[in-house]
């Protein structure tokens, strides 16, 4: 029988079947399209095997993309890893582990020698969270490292079953001095971008003149807390959680003592196993800034 070796049968049940071919009168020209096909279908798998193989070493070395001024750069964990200006650190109360923790780590000035204070570094994550910090954070009081997970000796898990803060992780020194949130710690980095501040890129988020002083310091509030997982009017990088504006503001359907306390401790209001959303304590996020960050949700229920 013409199938006898089966090749094709397998590798192709997407386009031809073996009882379609069978009835058929197999002639000639049939079966040069057969013979190519088969070879096709060989060199398809010895493809797939290679692109298998790239993938594996792609696994082993991660990149981190960097882009500037409309240029994108990749450099591997061994490039950065051979930067002189590699140190061991130690970062007391880090933030993603609770505790203190050492890395191997580059100063952040080694990738990005100045930041514009008006401009803002986008970090991206590989589950969708991005982060927006300002400019200025970068040359304040506290100082930024990239650490660098090295392949032989691994960091945790964050969580039981789940991967690492790496391969590249943003940690401070000195960051209670210059009030570093939570946030402004982004994990499982795989992108670095300088780019415009959030509110210059998404005019959604913005307020209007109407806007109280306090809404006005609330929309820092937002931006560095809240927009690395959440959007206003669609405005924002983020896709981790539900837009807050529309097509309706928390501050209309939740009680405000119930919104504070779901913004400060969101299982103290409503609690399941896939929740995602992290508190805000008053040490991360003062009463002060509490209030403001809700006059400015208040002002844009008025502006959607
Ligand atoms: C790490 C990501 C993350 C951050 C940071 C975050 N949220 Fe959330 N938030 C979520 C997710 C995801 C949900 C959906 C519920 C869940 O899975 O926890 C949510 C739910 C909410 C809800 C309830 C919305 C509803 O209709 O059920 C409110 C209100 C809210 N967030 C406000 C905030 C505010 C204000 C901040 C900043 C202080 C903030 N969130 C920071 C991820 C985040």
Request: aromatic letters at 10%; hydrophobic letters at 40%.
């Amino acid at each position: 029988m013409i199938f006898s070796d089966g090749a094709v049968v397998f590798h192709s049940h997407d386009v031809v079947t073996a009882s379609s071919f069978q009835n058929y009168q197999i002639d000639r020209t049939t079966m040069m399209s057969f013979y190519f096909f088969r070879r096709f279908s060989i060199c398809l798998l010895a493809s797939i095997t290679m692109l298998g193989a790239s993938f594996a070493v792609l696994a082993a070395e991660p990149l981190l993309e960097l882009d500037v001024g409309g240029q994108t750069q990749h450099l591997s964990r061994k490039q950065m890893l051979k930067n002189p200006a590699v140190r061991d650190i130690e970062v007391p109360a880090d933030v993603a582990y609770q505790r203190t923790m050492s890395y191997r780590a580059l100063p952040f000035s080694a990738l990005f020698p100045s930041v514009a204070q008006g401009a803002s570094v986008q970090f991206t994550a590989s589950d969708g969270f991005v982060a927006n910090l300002p400019g200025t954070v970068f040359s304040g009081k506290a100082q930024p490292w990239l650490a660098i997970e090295e392949e032989e000796s691994a960091w945790p898990s964050l969580k039981a079953g789940s991967g690492s803060a790496g391969p590249f992780y943003l940690v401070w020194l000195n960051s209670a001095k210059a009030e570093i949130s939570p946030e402004q710690w982004p994990y499982q980095i795989e992108k670095i971008a300088v780019m415009m501040p959030l509110a210059a890129r998404y005019p959604q988020i913005r307020l209007n003149d109407q806007a109280t002083l306090s809404a006005q310091r609330g929309m820092q509030v937002y931006v560095e807390n809240c927009a690395t997982c959440h959007t206003i009017n669609h405005g924002g990088d983020a896709t981790i959680g539900p837009d807050l504006n529309q097509p309706f503001s928390p501050t209309e359907y939740f009680e405000e003592r119930f919104l504070r306390q779901l913004i400060r401790d969101p299982a103290a209001v409503r609690n399941w196993q896939q929740r995602v959303m992290p508190g805000f304590s008053s040490s991360v996020l003062s009463d002060q800034k509490l209030d403001d960050l809700i006059a400015y949700l208040r002002q844009m229920a008025k502006q959607r």
